[in-house]
């Protein structure tokens, strides 16, 4: 079996970040056919469009696409269809990308980065598993209206069981690769498209005995994040409520830098990028951290080719370097040893 990966550097700190990711995914010497396309500003700048039709046939023979970042101040004057953002809601739905998995973890040397108290988050690992084609975001009817002689805001929540179901499969084989805990997020009390969520879920579960299942109150879990996060491994919700559940996740950590994302289709084919954009204001200077792009790699390891081994190989890479005492700018801190972001990949490839 051929194993292509699309790698798009983008724009601002993208180029050096995914650099450092490919040279890990090459030394890992697992036969990976790798080439390198255009995506956002980048793009924009050689052939007029953020996502040109070149691209667009490599994402698509591709099995997983690696992303840096795009945008940045340059394109942000362009007429929308050519703005970079285009380019990467243009790649998540030809993918047809209807999973996110945005892991949180928080690595006990970075515990004093998170506005939380290090006892409450250090060690940290949780995975949010959110639906990203469907709810309130897509729903249909719409819209603002005059009603009555007064404006009128409407938007409709929807999931088909199929969405659900789909969904659902993702997060509990996730659970399957990790400390198998599940926890469905819903607001079932109020909203009946989220009891149809809860019912399908709970139909699910016989099917992955070997994984617990819980159900949790969006408002609840929102709250249970940031008392006491660490009772979290897998939790998956739809695309509303994972949007802000995620960001809130995330920021426990307190290092953007840090973290990974996946999007993944139906067959496992994914788009792997931090979750962080281009940085222009760090852009060119060998200073950005690598460490997210790094680790989406270990994602696209993981979940695209199903190679548990290598991902953790790398996973455990980066936590050497961290316990070595390396630090990006951006992770700084008194005592440790601040190094750019080739010396920071150098370091994950010598622990590999
Ligand atoms: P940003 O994430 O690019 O930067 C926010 C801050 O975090 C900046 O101070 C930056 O220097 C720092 N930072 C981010 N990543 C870092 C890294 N790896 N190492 C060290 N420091 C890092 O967010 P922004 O400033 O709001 O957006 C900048 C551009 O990125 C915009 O054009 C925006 O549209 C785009 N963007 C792209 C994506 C994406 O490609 N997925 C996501 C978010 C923003």
């Known amino acids: 079996m051929t194993k292509k990966i699309l790698v798009l550097p983008g724009d601002g700190i993208g180029p050096e970040i995914t650099e450092e990711a490919v040279r890990v995914l090459k030394a890992l010497e697992l ?5 390198t396309a255009l995506l956002g500003g980048a793009a924009v700048d050689a052939t007029g469009d953020p996502y040109p039709a070149a691209t667009q046939e490599l994402a698509k023979e591709a099995d997983a696409v690696l992303l840096g970042a795009v945008g940045g101040p340059k394109w942000d004057v362009l007429p929308r269809e050519q703005r970079p953002e285009k380019g990467l809601l243009g790649i998540r739905k030809h993918l047809n990308l209807f999973a996110n998995l945005r892991p949180a973890i928080l690595y006990p040397e970075l515990a004093d980065a998170s506005t939380l108290k290090p006892e409450v988050v ?10 990203l084609t469907g709810d309130i975001y897509f729903g249909q009817p719409r819209g603002i209206e005059i009603r009555d002689g007064e404006r009128f805001g409407f938007n409709t929540m929807r999931y088909t069981e199929t ?11 996730a659970a399957r690769k990790r400390g ?14 989220t009891q149809l969520w809860r019912d399908v879920m709970t139909e699910l579960a016989p099917e992955y005995p070997d994984v617990e299942l819980t159900h949790m109150l969006a408002d609840n879990a929102a709250m249970q994040l940031v ?25 426990l950590t307190g290092s953007i830098g840090m973290l990974p994302s996946a999007s993944l289709d139906e067959n496992n084919k994914g788009l792997y990028e931090p979750s962080h954009g281009s940085a222009p204001d760090i852009a060119g200077q060998g200073i ?17 080719f199903n ?18 005492g390396l ?4 992770i700084f801190a008194a005592g440790t040893q601040k190094v750019g972001t080739k010396e920071m990949g150098d370091a994950v490839l010598a622990a590999l």
């Open 31 to 35: 036969g990976f056919e790798m080439e």
């Open 288 to 304: 950005a951290n690598p460490l997210a792009t790094i680790l989406s790699a270990a994602m696209l390891l993981r979940y695209t």
């Open 163 to 173: 969405e659900i179901r789909r969904i659902g499969r993702v997060a509990f084989e």
């Open 327 to 330: 630090r990006t700018a951006d």
């Open 307 to 324: 190679l548990e081994e290598a991902a953790r190989r790398v996973e455990e890479a980066v936590k050497k370097v961290l316990a070595q």
């Open 180 to 193: 198998k805990k599940l926890c469905s997020v819903d607001k079932m009390n109020v909203l009946e498209t």
């Open 227 to 251: 008392r006491a996060p660490r009772q979290f491994d897998v939790l998956v919700t739809g695309n509303m409520f994972g949007d802000i559940l995620s960001d809130e996740a995330s920021m």
């Open 122 to 131: 250090s060690g940290l690992d949780i995975l949010i598993v959110r639906e």
